[in-house]
Structures are given as C-alpha cells and as structure tokens.
C-alpha cells in the first residue's frame, strides 16, 4: 500500500512539472526578447567584437614602436685549431679551440619623422572603425529579427483569413445543398460552391506553408533548430508614427555609425600620407651595446673579455629614385577615394531615408483605405447572403462577395504589417536601436 503511495506521488510530481514545462514552452515569445536572443547568438555580431579585439591587439602592437627594442645573442664556435680569444685592442688574452659569446644590444628610437605617431593614430582609429562594425551588425540583426517578427505576424493573419473564408465556403455550400434538394437552385450552383471551397482549401495550404517558412526562417536568425516550435505576441497593430523628413534625415547623418566609420577611414588615410611622407625625415635612435668573449660557456673564465659602447645614430635616405614621393602620392590618391566613398555612403543615406519615409506614408494611407474596404465587404456579403436567402441573388453572388472579404481582410493586414516594417526600417535608416 505505502509502495503504491509513493509511485502515485511520484507520478503527480512528474504529471504537475511536465505540465509546468510545457506552460513554460507555450509561453509566446516577445519581440525584445527574439531581439535578445538573436544578439545573443549571433555569429556575425561575435566575429565584429572579436574584430574590436583584434584592433586593440594591434594598437597595443603600435605603442611599442615608441619603447626600446632589446635584443641578445649567445654564440659557440668551435674552431679545428686554436685561435685568439680576445677583442680587439685588448691583446690576446689566450688560445683555445671553442670560442663563447654574449652580446647585447638595447636601442631607442628617438625621432621617426612621425611615422611610429602617425602609425599609432592610424591603429586607434582602426579600434574605434571595428566598434562602428560592431554598431553596424547590431542594426542590421535587430532589423532582421523586426522584419521576420512581423513577417509571422503576416502569415498568421493571412491564415486566420484562409480558414475564415473556408469557413464561410463550407456554410455556402451547406445552403446550396439544401436549396438544390428542394429544387430551388440548378446543379451548376452547387457545382460552383464546392469548387470555391476546394480553391479555398487550397490557398489555405499554401498560406499554411509561408507560416511554416516564416517560422522557420525566424528560428534560424536566432540560431535554433529549425522545427522549434513557438508563438509570438501579437502587436500588429496601427500606431501614427510622428517623424517628418528632414528631422529624420538629420537625425540619420548625425547617428548612422556607417557615416562615423566612413569618417574614421578618411583619417586613417591621411595618418597613411604622414606616415609615407615620415621617409622623408632622418631616423634618429640611441643605442648601446654589450659584448663578452670566454673560453668557457659560462663566460666566467679569468680571460673572459667584455666591453659595452654608447652610439647615437641617425640615418637619412638621401636618394631613392622618387620612391618616397610614389608612396606619399598613391597615399594621397586613397585619401581622396576614401572621401568620395563617405560621400556616395552620404548620398545613399539620404535616398534610403527617404525611400523608408514614403514607403511609411503609403502603408499609412493604404491602413486607412483597406479598413473601410472590410466594412464594405463585410456588408456586402450579408446582403447577397440576405438576398440569396429569397432566391433574389445568386450563389455566385455569394461566392464572391466571400471572396471580396477575404481579400479586403488580406490588404488590410499585408498594409498593417507593411507599415510596421516600413517603420522598422526608417528607424534603422535613421540609426536607432530598437527598443
């Protein structure tokens, strides 16, 4: 009796989170939330922040340009018969047959003509170029997460508007059946009526399928498995956007971080003329440098020999066939590429905005249009249903009248969810984070 207890308990227990979980996993999914997933899991964003590493990486690389390189070398020679160990100017100190040396040698660059600066500015600015990538792919994902969001949304209306219209197809042809039994309506109408349910059922298919798609296109941007099944929350709905043009358009070239990368590539080109234009300058450097000789490995004999010197060095290019003034000209060729390039990202800019801003404006007045469409074919069809019901009309009238709504129905959510992504995309274009 008590072994029977426990395993009823243990089947409850079980039975109450089973049912837990699966309340959890019907738990529709937010638009912010898809939003954080996809940021989350994306393998673009994540290659765009290990692209920022990667600058910081090499502007750490360009600071220690400016510190002392340090370098050391430890030789042994083995010779067939002996030979001097010593330097030269000390006298020979002895023979041996292996010779060990040590030598050292520290130098610090102290004027470059401005190229190890240059050079450092120019790998800053790479860091600050990679965190506007990063912006960028930030946009660009949340935009995609906004427009398939929207685009389920689509789907599931349209499907909502299939099955409506079967629905009403169905009721038609149950009328027509009961008409022609009492002879009240020729074969042909009754034939008419269950074609139009079959084509209905068709599309219903197919609108089906574009869900299916939908969803499954949507679980890949947040990288799961294709066939996760989900709900979304509804939000396709009609709120005014209040953005006018020009302070959308100025809000556009004052936040695009394209725009803000485009400048960043101009001043690295022109560090890259400072840095070509540096060859024209003397390199001037400090050195010293160790050297100690022995018989022994440990080059701690009684006849080791050392010595150290001091040297200032400054080297100049005095003659390398136009080399240099190549290089500061095909430098000062990409700088003006490079502001042509922000100036065609700036044009683009401007007719994306405004491309966006229209496409918002017609949705706008298609929401308008398309509304008062249902409420005229939702009374049209009651009418020819009415009229049909005293023989006044015909099935075909009825048929059609359905197929009217349904179409009225299906612009008012293609203009609903039209106008959502319209919005999406200006605001993406004008480059804000949503939310």
Known sequence: ?????????????????????????????????????????????????????????????????????????????????????????????????????????????????????????????????????????????????????????????????????????????????????????????????????????????????????????????????????????????YKPAPYRFEESLEEALRQRPEIKGAELVVSQAKEAVKIARSEYFPTISLGGNYLRLDEEPGLQSEISTERWSVQALATITLWNWGNTSYKVGESKVRVTQAEDSKGQLVEGIILEVKQNYLNLLQAEKNIGVSEKSIEQAEENLRLNEERYKYQVATATDVLDAVTLLAQARVNYYGALSDFNIAKARLERSMGRVYP
Do not use: C
Not at 43 to 67: C, D, M, Y
Not at 78 to 83: A, D, F, G, H, R
């Open 1 to 237: 009796m008590r072994i029977r207890w426990v395993i009823g308990f243990m089947v409850l227990v079980i039975t109450f989170q089973g049912s837990a979980w699966a309340q959890q996993q019907k738990e529709p999914l937010t638009l912010e939330e898809s939003i954080k997933i996809a940021l989350e899991r994306s393998l673009s964003l994540h290659a765009a922040r290990e692209g920022v590493v990667g600058s910081q990486f090499r502007q750490k690389q360009a600071l220690t340009n400016f510190l002392p390189l340090w370098t050391g070398q430890y030789s042994a020679t083995v010779y067939n018969e002996k030979t001097t160990v010593g330097v030269f100017g000390t006298g020979v100190m002895a023979q041996s047959r292996d010779v060990y040396n040590f030598n050292t040698t520290a130098v610090q660059p102290l004027f470059t003509g401005g190229a190890n600066l240059a050079n450092y500015r120019l790998e800053k600015m790479g860091v600050d170029l990679s965190k506007t990538d990063v912006e960028i792919f930030k946009r660009d994902i949340i935009l995609q997460v906004r427009e398939g969001y929207y685009n389920i949304l689509r789907a599931e209306k349209f499907r909502d508007v299939g099955e409506q219209a079967v629905k009403n197809f169905e009721a038609q042809l149950e009328v027509s059946k009961a008409f022609f039994e009492v002879g009240l309506i020729p074969k042909n109408d009754l034939l008419q009526s269950e074609v139009r349910l079959a084509n209905g059922r068709q599309v219903l298919v197919t609108v089906e399928s574009n869900l299916a798609l939908a969803k499954s296109s949507f679980n890949i941007l947040l990288r799961r498995d294709v066939n996760t099944p989900f709900q979304i929350v509804d939000i396709l709905e």
